[in-house]
């Protein structure tokens, strides 16, 4: 009889590992899903930059992005990470005559 019930106290321990590991998925899952997303036309507003400009971003991979019935849309942490990559914090020198 002992043995049962420890046979069902390890089984429901195990069952709680599983639930606790599908949770976390699951809340994976939900947290890449409610990172906002913007369109086209804000991303070159927000960087100012052309409609080709941005395509040629797409093209090289620079930008990855989601396309929804013709309708392009990035991610901001993706933008984030494009600015971050490319940014530079040289100090000019001279009176800038170059």
């Known amino acids: ?3 049962i019930v420890d046979l069902i106290l390890n089984l ?5 590992t ?9 809340q994976s899952r939900l947290e890449s ?6 369109d086209g036309q804000d991303v070159m507003q927000t960087l100012h ?3 080709r400009t941005l395509q ?8 990855p992005y989601s396309r929804i019935n013709g ?16 940014y530079s914090h040289k100090k000019s020198s001279g009176n800038g005559n170059k």
Do not use: A, C, P
């Open 1 to 3: 009889m002992i043995e």
């Open 12 to 16: 429901s321990q195990e069952v709680k």
């Open 18 to 26: 599983i639930k606790g590991y599908l949770q976390q998925i699951h």
């Open 33 to 38: 899903f409610t990172e906002e997303w913007i």
């Open 49 to 51: 930059i052309s409609k």
């Open 71 to 86: 309708k392009f849309y990035y991610k901001l942490s993706d933008l984030e990470s494009l600015m971050e990559k490319n």
């Open 56 to 63: 040629s971003l797409r093209d090289n991979g620079t930008l």
